[in-house]
Nanobody
Framework: QVRLVESGGRLVQAGDSLRLSCAAS????????MGWFRQAPGKEREFVAA??????????YSDTAKGRFTISRENAQNTVVYLQMNSLKPADTAVYYC??????????????????WGQGTQVTVSS
């Protein structure tokens, strides 16, 4: 059984940086696609970033995350995925979710392409 546990969310000010962590267990870590999504109040869950371990690590970002956020992952012995967020804005306020997918999909940005989800961690950016 796959288990994902996010941590690191908190209240920060605009312009600050924050690193989220997602500890994964119950999966063959190196074979899974890992992603970060977020959901603001009253809005749908949206894609933030994804990472695939292929020939090196391949990463994908939403337009809002590109240039400010970085997704990374540890190795099979330390099954953690990170989301480094810089230059945070109030619009980044949301619950951030970690997700895992066992099979390849070109639609890495869609929530239904992921098999397992964490419980989420709240990020609040004050102006």
């Amino acid at each position: 059984q796959v288990r994902l546990v996010e941590s690191g969310g908190r209240l920060v000010q605009a312009g600050d940086s924050l690193r989220l962590s997602c500890a994964a267990s119950g999966l063959i870590f190196d074979t899974y696609r890992m992603g970060w999504f977020r959901q603001a109040p009253g809005k749908e869950r949206e894609f933030v970033a994804a990472i695939i371990r292929g020939n090196g690590n391949v990463t994908y970002y939403s337009d809002t995350a590109k240039g400010r956020f970085t997704i990374s992952r540890e190795n099979a012995q330390n099954t953690v995925v990170y989301l480094q967020m810089n230059s945070l804005k109030p619009a980044d306020t949301a619950v951030y979710y970690c997700a895992a997918a066992q099979y390849y999909s070109r639609n890495y940005h869609l929530t239904n392409q992921y098999d397992s989800w964490g419980q989420g961690t709240q990020v609040t950016v004050s102006s």
